[in-house]
């Protein structure tokens, strides 16, 4: 991996090239994404259809818990996999994409970090075999950006934890068997919450409605609704009271997966673009050949290149244990407004027929413009990457 050096003389790979090892990986899942997700991505988007198949197949390949170490039967690979994985997942279906980030991000990742010994070895193998679908469950109707001000509660009765609340926009919800969940557990602190693992079918849990999205709709969106739902006092994920330093840290690898996610559609944008620009003809000429054309694929390309940049330098901090706050909010931030942007530019250079479903373009933007507002809105994103140089401006030198 080609590298540089920062003024620490500490030597960060930007991912200006892959290694051996990830170059096989992207042409392998590359190759599953156009071959066996791009064909019916239209069709599912149409009817809102969550693609079990191909979460079933995606299983089966090890990359549904492809940051699992070995020694819970994952494939032990490592943050910039996991972001492969998904950029080429939603090049193709960018619902496909979210639904493996959810997967590996916000819900692997963290019970890797903060579960037991005895709760990874129980669970861990059958999110790494794909035999379980997660989903993350933190907002509320009074809880989106400002996460601690979550009313769901649970409270600790002999040997169970009984949960009471209802929580909206889970991602998977409708299909996951087990939910990676934060609710309140102390009143003495706005900020005391705890986590913990709730299983599908568990009495007093059920599916509420389901959200009719603009974009992303073979992703299920659903309302999860508790009523004294009893779980065993095991299934507390980490110190009681500690839940939202949990979901924070999942949130930060979240916007890693996210942002690959908004690179995949803008690049499936780009490479829509620059065909249609050969192909058609006007005043004689192709597309291409125009000038105006010529720079909106000049931004959209760089932009896309500075998108990736940004989020292989954030993989590389996440996979040495360097924690930082800044860098994964850039680049979320930076590649969601680029998804947005070269969605908006493949529409204007397809025209009108950019406008109908028949080119998917169209489905670029809708989908797209998600990626500025979960897993954290651009105004957060700026906001953290704002305070943490603010607070540290030694950081200025890292970026």
């Not at 997966?257 to 065909?275: C, E, P, T």
Request: aromatic share 8%.
């Amino acid at each position: 991996m080609a590298e540089t050096m920062t003024d620490t003389d500490e030597m960060i790979p930007f991912g200006y090239e892959l290694d051996e090892d990830h170059l096989m990986l992207r042409d392998s899942i590359r190759e599953f994404a156009r071959n066996a997700v791009a064909p019916g991505a239209m069709e599912r988007d149409i009817k809102g259809e969550f693609p079990a198949e191909l979460v079933k197949q995606l299983g089966e390949m090890g990359y549904m818990g492809i940051c699992v170490p070995e020694e819970y039967g994952g494939a032990g690979l490592d943050a910039l996999a996991s972001a492969i994985v998904v950029e080429e997942l939603s090049y193709a279906d960018a619902s496909l994409g979210v639904i493996n980030s959810v997967q590996n991000s916000l819900v692997v990742d963290p019970i890797i970090k903060f579960a037991t010994e005895d709760q990874r070895r129980e669970w861990l193998p059958k999110m790494a075999s794909g035999q379980w679908l997660n989903c993350f469950s933190l907002s509320e109707a009074g809880s989106g950006s400002d996460a601690a001000a979550m009313a769901c509660r649970a409270e600790l009765q002999g040997n169970e934890w009984v949960i009471n609340g209802t929580k909206l926009w889970v991602t998977n919800g409708a299909e996951a068997d087990i939910i990676l969940l934060f609710v309140r557990t102390e009143d003495t602190e706005r900020r005391n919450s705890s986590c913990f693992l709730v299983e599908k079918n568990t009495p007093g849990l059920t599916v509420g409605k389901h959200e009719d999205k603009l974009g992303i709709r073979g992703s299920s969106t659903v309302e999860l609704i508790f009523d004294n739902c009893r779980i065993p006092a095991t299934n507390l994920i980490g110190e009681r009271g500690r839940g939202l330093n949990i979901a924070l840290t999942a949130i930060d690898g979240g916007r890693l997966g996210i942002g690959a996610q908004a690179i995949g559609i803008a690049q499936a944008a780009l490479d829509r673009s620059v065909d249609y620009a050969i192909e058609r003809k006007q005043f004689g000429k192709a597309l291409s050949e125009f000038q105006a054309i010529q720079w909106k694929i000049a931004d959209m390309a760089t932009r896309i290149a500075a998108s990736r940049a940004l989020l292989y330098k954030g993989c590389w901090l996440k996979s040495q244990a360097k924690h930082s706050l800044h860098i994964p909010a850039m680049a979320k931030v930076f590649a969601a407004e680029t998804a947005t942007f070269c969605a908006n530019h493949a529409i204007q250079i397809f025209g009108g027929m950019g406008y109908c479903r028949e080119s998917e373009v169209e489905r670029y933007l809708r989908d797209a413009k998600i990626t500025e507002i979960y897993e954290g809105t651009s105004e957060m994103q700026r906001l953290t990457i704002a305070n943490t140089l603010i607070k540290d401006p030694d950081r200025v030198a890292d970026v």
